[in-house]
């Protein structure tokens, strides 16, 4: 049977529910509006640990184990672990889930990882590969900004352009069997480059490739974007939701009040200071983990489009003068 | 979305219409009166030590010692990052935020060791600086040598 609608698109047949969602975050994101949601808010966003890298690795290791736990399952009744996240090599993901001693296939789509660990994984159910998968992203504000930008007590200014690396780790099951929301449809974006070359405004670096598979999922499925209760980009914050307004307006996608991003969601922008919004792999993974699964199982919504956005920077490659390619992947999650 | 040259020319100019600006008048004025501020400190420790008679090139050092120990200081204490978020450039220019610069990255690489972290990482903001700041100063030495003899 093949499940291919679209170039972008695949139809999932067989069920895959989302049986339950783990989230753990940071301290600032347990202050800002979703606080009251996320399983766990950090006090100390070291953990205990000696180092960032290490604390983000914390963070994985017991946002997955709780997801693991919550749906009723042991490490030995899970089939394959998909995660990622923004360090080099993915060493948060891989040193925080090292005694998981689970099958692994470790994905990078930067801060769109989330998407790409649910696409991925819920392909592998329906083609049977699979019948539970523990899959997840997250990200840590210091070892991003010390990989990515300047050091956190460097006394410079950041742009209002600039959005905030969500500290914290989201993660979900997947099983054949069980109850929950279903992954009905998976878009996969292509790689996008709309020739922005500022990495403090990846919004806008990214809101193109959020563009183009909007487009794509909507042309592709036949669906209009009323049918959905939430259209959730990933971490796009102002600049970039404004952009994905205007050009997919242009495309013919007209939103009604349901489009919204995780970045913006996660934080108070006037009182965190966050500029433009939340960002990084886990700002989709605890916005979909702690928040948006909460109000689908509680049927506050029956469904939603959610588009986790990547930035595809390589700061050398980046400081060689060429511009940020973007990639977003999107995930039709419906109640039955 | 369409990738187009002319697509991607239209987007970027739509990118600046849409993204918020910094306050340039607003910065300018609190990088103002901040690095004004610190030159002012400095100024007055010169004072001081030169009421004790202390020789110019000692009071230069005593000054700049001070000055670089109380930014590594505050940068410690995570309050220099604090005041640059205000003050920007007026905490960037002035010799505390060269310390600043050598300070922040020293803390963060620490955890990598005192050679390959600390040693190593700790001019990575500040090593240009030194580098064209020294390449600079042979130049203008080279000139004044032929021009001023």
Sequence with gaps: MYKRIGRHTVKIENPVYIVSAASYAGKKEGEGPLGKYFDFVAEDIMLGEKSWEKAESMFFKKAFKTAMQKAGKTFDDIDYLLAGDLLNQCGGS???????????FGIYGACSTFGEAISLGSMLIDGGFGKNILCGAGSHFCSAEKQFRSPLELGTQRPPTSTWTVTGSGAVVLSSEG???KVTYITTGKIIDMGIKDSGNMGAAMAGAACDVIEAHFNETGRNPDYYDVIATGDLGDVGKALVKKYAGEAGIIFNNNLTDCGIEIFDNET???HCGGSGCACSAVTFSGYFYKKLLKKDIKNILLIP????????ISQQGETIPAIAHAVAIEMG | METTEKKKKEYQQAVKVLSPNSHIIKNCIW??????????IGHILRKIFESFNYSEDKTALLVNLILIGSSALLTGLGLYSKMGKKCGAGTVVPITGFANSMVSPSIEYKTQGFIFGLGAKMFTVAGPVLVYGITASVVVGIVHYFIAG
């Design chain 1, 94 to 104: 891989t040193f925080g889930l090292r005694d998981f001693k689970i099958p692994y």
């Design chain 1, 179 to 181: 109850s929950g929301p």
């Design chain 1, 272 to 274: 965190q200071d966050t």
């Design chain 1, 309 to 316: 956005t990547g930035a595809l920077m390589n700061t050398d």
């Design chain 2, 31 to 40: 990088a103002f009166f901040s690095g004004g501020t610190i030159c002012l």
